[in-house]
């Protein structure tokens, strides 16, 4: 076979006309946008980002600050993501656990003698997690996962008027919950024991008509709970345990909160505001906040996440980073609901309040846990509905469509991760 060639000019000729192509095609492909992927709320007025004060996605930078797995870790970087996420759920009569690993996915199963009359409290301790929950006859239980759950146990004798709170400073975990007699105690645990099971908190012993909410700032842990009418509106109290002792309770001046909905609290990490406090206001049933300030521990002047944030319930409320909140919450429709917060020096601002899931039929049982993502997902939150519970993740400022959290069932669900 006769090779065909061409002439040197037919040669200069077709290589100038690959360079034009090449050049047009360039110029096709990179119109000089930074953006990548889908921006976070609706367009602005020239089809762009927002311009309504929309909270951006938790950025690489924003998750370094405190440790967390950068948004597309998960996919793509050169180790697997190894974090894990365990929810905790049931009725007054059962009580499941489930995991969730970025190989296995979710795994299940019911934890017998447990159930969770109210809300229960998970946290990561140890290499695992450990959970307190409001079991038969208000018992206070424990139950924890290390590679596989424990046996559902009784922590003492103690019992509890409503869900446990939980807070990890270190290797010692502390629970906080409002006893029979309608006051506020505490048990510690450090490796497998719980000792005290029924501290008394304060002197005298604080009280009040729901439960507590606590976190750890620190080595600190910090205990709020909404103090007794006495015929007026009651403020929400403060206790910190620091050197093995509880400390007096403290008022957070200006809060006036509503007596049928415990608080909550959030570490923020590595910041000017090291806890933000959430409540419901007593007058108008807003969703209220209050953010310490690392330096100085002051409480700033509580103020509404937005004016129609509203609930009749306790709420959910975590740090997905040193400057980025999420809080969930269950509306006075029986929807969940979200709102996002950006920390700025000592002061938090908030997006509207929107659906958390898309369905208007999805009514929601008790309100919505929410946790800070792992393996590529800003934050999982995990609701407990018709008697299912299913989580959502952020990712890229959207949440996603409801999934199966397999063997998890009841009306009360809880969420962490680590």
């Not at 190989?103 to 998970?122: E, F, K, N, R, T």
């Not at 939150?381 to 959290?405: D, F, I, N, S």
Request: charged share 10%.
């Amino acid at each position: 076979m006769r090779a065909h060639t061409l002439s040197p000019q037919a040669s200069a000729r077709v290589a100038a006309l690959f360079l034009a192509v090449a050049w047009v095609g360039a110029c096709a492909t990179d119109n000089g946008d930074p953006l990548f992927g889908t921006a976070f709320g609706p367009p602005g007025a020239d089809g762009g980002a927002a311009t309504d004060g929309s909270v951006p996605p938790v950025t690489d930078a924003a998750s370094a600050q405190d440790g967390s797995t950068p948004p597309d870790a998960g996919d793509d970087a050169a180790t697997p993501c190894t974090s894990s996420v365990a929810v905790i759920a049931g009725g007054a009569a059962s009580l499941s656990g489930a995991a969730w690993t970025k190989a296995g996915g979710w795994s299940g199963q019911a934890l017998a003698g447990g159930a969770a009359s109210s809300v229960p409290a998970i946290a990561p301790f140890g290499t695992g997690f450990l959970a307190l929950t409001r079991g038969a006859a208000d018992a206070l239980q424990s139950v924890s996962l290390d590679g596989a759950w424990s046996p559902v146990a009784a922590v003492g004798a103690a019992t509890t008027r409503g869900g446990p709170a939980l807070a990890v400073a270190g290797a010692s975990a502390s629970g906080v919950y409002q006893g029979a007699d309608f006051k506020m105690y505490d048990a510690r645990r450090s490796g497998a024991q719980w000792s005290p099971t029924e501290g008394p908190i304060g002197t005298p012993q604080s009280f009040g008509p729901t439960a507590p909410a606590a976190a750890a700032a620190g080595a600190e842990v910090v205990m709020a709970f909404v103090g007794d009418a006495g015929g007026g509106t009651p403020p929400v109290y403060t206790h910190v345990f620091a050197g093995g002792a509880w400390g007096p309770a403290t008022a957070v001046a200006g809060s006036a909160a509503y007596t049928g909905a415990s608080p909550a609290l959030a570490s923020v990490p590595s910041g000017a505001v090291d806890l933000v406090l959430v409540y419901i206001d007593d007058a108008t049933r807003r969703l209220t906040f209050s953010a310490r300030a690392s330096a100085g521990k002051a409480w700033s002047a509580p103020a509404p996440v937005h004016t129609l944030a509203t609930s009749d319930e306790g709420v959910s409320v975590a740090a997905l980073s040193a400057t980025s909140l999420v809080v969930t919450f269950r509306g006075q429709d029986d929807r969940p609901y979200v709102s996002r917060g950006t920390v700025a020096g000592t002061g938090v601002t908030w997006t509207a309040a929107t659906p958390l899931v898309a369905d208007a039929s999805v009514k929601v049982a008790s309100h919505p846990g929410v946790a800070r993502g792992v393996c590529g997902d800003d934050a999982i939150a995990v609701v407990a509905a018709g008697g299912a519970v299913r989580a959502t993740r952020l990712r890229g400022g959207a949440w996603t469509a409801l999934e199966a959290v397999t063997g998890a069932a009841g009306t009360h669900a809880a969420i962490a991760t680590r």
